[in-house]
């Protein structure tokens, strides 16, 4: 890397400051869990991934939101799904969630707080059973 | 392609050389075979501080700290983790080998009351990667003393953050820097102490080893308020990685013009160089250290001038300690303010304490200061091992002194070690339990101060010595009465007479000791017994018959071997060819074996 002048070293800051605020788990009150079982991973969900990765950085969401995977999910109909865990929301998984679908999630769940009605298939099972 | 998992492998000495970078490779490999090594960022960081658990590896976004891996994990973490995206139950940290439940990484009482200012990189970047650093606001306060503000307004700041020297004294670092800064001279040198001597002491490492930048970076702030173009690292040959990483941090700043001359176009220029010390004790003493790096034998001159004053070539000279530089960044970019509003009265911020001996977490640690010692050993430590009764805490390595239990709830500062008969000292804290014995650790530290006296001058070269004598002949069973207030006596001369703070406190161990455990001295002195069982030449082993069931382990675990039985009839110790080693006494489930 050539000499770098002050404004170069700002910006280079930000640009490493937004890879690095993707380990961060302190302070990010929102998760997104992607289903990448093999099915998950078959249908797109790690196109779907990079996606919701690449829309969060855009919107400056990168310290609130935790993207992380999982496993699959059980809802194998509907890969890739995603779960969306965020206070005020109530936590919903999303399914049919390929790249496309990824910045309208963002937009709409994270920003405006609204759900998407298309691609709501509810929580598992898993979750009553416990109850 | 975005990654999905981020493995951190602890990198410091301690997890290195329990084949930290074994796992690190087999990982590595592992993402590779299981063609995943797009998903996964495997990074290589500093020390996580929780030595006790190492190897330690952390997998982040889900925060899975997993302890005591081996190589042969590797393979699980990536089929689990990273493809399956599950955690690996069983290396999850519990908090008893018996319990099942895992503890969450903030829930472990060993970071609970830990505050990290010093090492907020450790573990969390990769130590060799610039561009981690700088992503964690690195290199951001050395921007904001080249461009906003001026030389006295660094110094003012830190004068008004309160930060004292943590190499032990406790000069308060803004007096120094301005005592330099107001020197009229061509040349001024910035020197980091890196000369970490101590016995069990490992921060000074461990911080440059998971944060070289901050190191570097303190170094030019310090340089750019004083006015200094030129600065030196003295590092002990015997710490590699550190070495490594240092000079690997120094290229990379280079190369991205944040070191060298006209930092990011500024007229301000600076050069670091690393000067290797071959390990004597007595260079971690300001003086000392110049005159090695000058070149000459490592021995103390008199203060003043001071080497703020006249130091390195008879030029101005700075020498901060490794724990205080690596503060200043942070001072620099969250404010004097905000650092003061940590800590007690007199003593601001926090330290970084090495935590080893009979204790359940050894480890790197780091507390606001004012947090008492009984929450450092009882709460982040975990307390006594094998529920052991504990005895006494040894601070300050060979130039501190021993804490007892009525002294526990002090709240630590640098008056208040100094007040108990100890010192802040670097860091060091040795944890002693009711099988340690006062006259053993004594004459260990004092034989420690024999070795490492420079000679120069008269009380620390022979007092260390005689004082060395007296010690070995009491632990021996030989000394008397009188030998007590022959050890104070000289203990106080060498305290005052001394030409720097090696002799000056080498007597601080012997002194406590003395103070708060002369029961156990007489009991050497006149019954000839060691309680603890340390003193070799005052123990005797031998074997209750009664409760002998002739199992055979003791003679089986003997070395010499000296033990002789039937199966299944008493056994019988050779006390004449004994060498009191003491693995008989550990191996017996019958409590046969006994000490006297």
Redesign the interface.
Same mark, same amino acid.
């Given at each position: 890397?050539?000499?770098?002048?002050?404004d170069e070293?700002?910006a280079?800051?930000d640009a490493?400051?937004q890879? *690095?605020a %993707?380990?961060?788990?302190e302070g990010?009150d929102i998760q997104i869990v992607v289903g990448?079982?093999t099915c998950g991973i078959a249908a797109g969900a790690?196109l779907t991934?990079?996606a919701l990765?690449?829309s969060i950085q855009k919107r400056g969401l990168e310290n609130k939101v *935790?993207? %992380?995977?999982?496993?699959c999910m059980g809802l194998c109909y509907v890969e890739p799904t995603v779960e969306v865990i965020a206070p005020g929301m109530p936590t919903v998984i999303y399914g049919k969630m390929t790249k496309d679908a990824a910045d309208e999630l963002v937009q709409k769940h994270l920003v405006e707080g609204k759900l998407l009605d298309n691609h709501i298939f509810d929580r598992p099972a898993a979750d009553i059973v416990k109850k | 392609m975005a990654k999905k998992n981020f493995i951190l492998v602890c990198g410091g000495t301690g997890c290195e050389s329990a084949k930290g970078d074994e796992i690190y490779r087999n990982l590595i490999k592992e993402a590779e075979l299981q063609g995943v090594k797009d998903d996964v960022q495997i990074v290589k960081t500093g020390c996580f501080g929780f030595c006790e658990q190492g190897p330690i590896v952390k997998v982040l976004p889900t925060d899975s700290f997993y302890v005591q891996v081996k190589p042969a994990d590797a393979k699980e973490i990536i089929a689990e983790q990273v493809i399956k995206g599950r955690e690996v139950q069983r290396l999850l940290y519990k908090k008893d080998k018996k319990a099942q439940d895992n503890v969450k990484v903030q829930d472990i009482e060993f970071y609970q009351k830990q505050f990290r200012i010093v090492l907020r990189n450790c573990g969390v970047i990769n130590p060799e990667n610039i561009e981690e650093y700088i992503a964690r606001d690195g290199y951001m306060a050395l921007e904001k003393c080249l461009f906003e503000l001026k030389p006295q307004q660094i110094i003012d700041i830190m004068k008004a953050s309160g930060l004292r020297g943590r190499g032990g004294a406790g000069f308060p670092t803004g007096l120094k820097w301005e005592t330099a800064a107001k020197v009229k001279s061509d040349v001024k040198y910035i020197v980091c102490n890196a000369d970490e001597g101590d016995p069990g002491a490992y921060m000074d490492r461990s911080t440059i080893e998971g944060d070289p930048h901050s190191i570097l970076e303190a170094m030019m702030i310090a340089g750019r308020a004083v006015g200094s173009n030129k600065g030196y690292i003295y590092i002990r040959a015997e710490y590699p990685l550190a070495i490594e990483r240092l000079k690997v941090a120094i290229e990379q700043a280079k190369a991205m013009g944040l070191m060298g001359e006209n930092i990011l176009g500024s007229d301000f220029s600076f050069d670091v160089e690393i000067r290797l010390g071959a390990g004597a004790f007595v260079c971690g003493e300001e003086t000392a250290l110049l005159k090695s790096i000058e070149g000459n034998r490592g021995m103390p001159i008199p203060k003043p001038p001071f080497p703020a004053i006249k130091g390195l070539w008879g030029k101005p000279t700075i020498i901060n300690n490794v724990e205080t530089l690596a503060n200043i960044p942070v001072i620099i970019t969250k404010g004097a303010e905000w650092f003061a509003s940590i800590g007690t009265e007199k003593s601001k911020g926090t330290k970084v304490f090495a935590l080893t001996g009979k204790i359940n977490n050894s480890g790197l640690i780091e507390v606001p200061m004012g947090t008492t010692l009984r929450e450092i050993i009882f709460d982040i430590g975990g307390g006594i091992r094998g529920g052991k009764k504990f005895k006494g805490v040894q601070t300050g390595g060979p130039s501190g002194g021993i804490i007892v239990e009525k002294d526990l709830d002090t709240p630590i500062s640098y008056e208040s070690l100094v007040a108990l008969g100890s010192m802040m000292g670097s860091g060091g804290m040795i944890v002693m339990d009711e099988d340690d014995c006062v006259v053993d650790v004594s004459k260990f530290y004092m034989e420690f101060c024999v070795d490492e006296s420079c000679g120069k001058c008269a009380p620390c070269r022979i007092g260390t010595n005689q004082m060395h004598a007296i010690l070995d002949k009491i632990s021996k069973g030989k000394g008397e009465e009188a030998d007590l207030d022959r050890l104070e006596r000289i203990g106080k001369a060498m305290t005052k007479a001394s030409l720097c703070m090696l002799g000056g406190s080498a007597a601080n161990p012997t002194m406590g000791t003395l103070r708060h455990f002369r029961d156990e001295y007489l009991e050497h002195i006149r019954d000839h017994k060691c309680r603890a069982g340390k003193c070799k030449d005052l123990v005797v082993y031998s074997i209750d018959p009664e409760k002998c069931i002739g199992c055979g382990l003791c003679a089986r675990k003997c070395p010499v071997p000296c033990i002789t039985g039937e199966k299944k009839q008493p056994h019988v110790i050779d006390a004449l060819r004994c060498i009191k080693c003491g693995e008989c006494f550990k191996a017996c489930k019958f409590g046969a074996v006994l000490v006297r």
């Open positions: 890397m050539a000499r770098m002048t002050l070293l700002r280079f800051r490493k400051r890879d *690095l %993707r380990r961060d788990v990010k990448m079982g790690k991934f990079d990765v690449e *935790l993207v %992380r995977q999982t496993g | -």
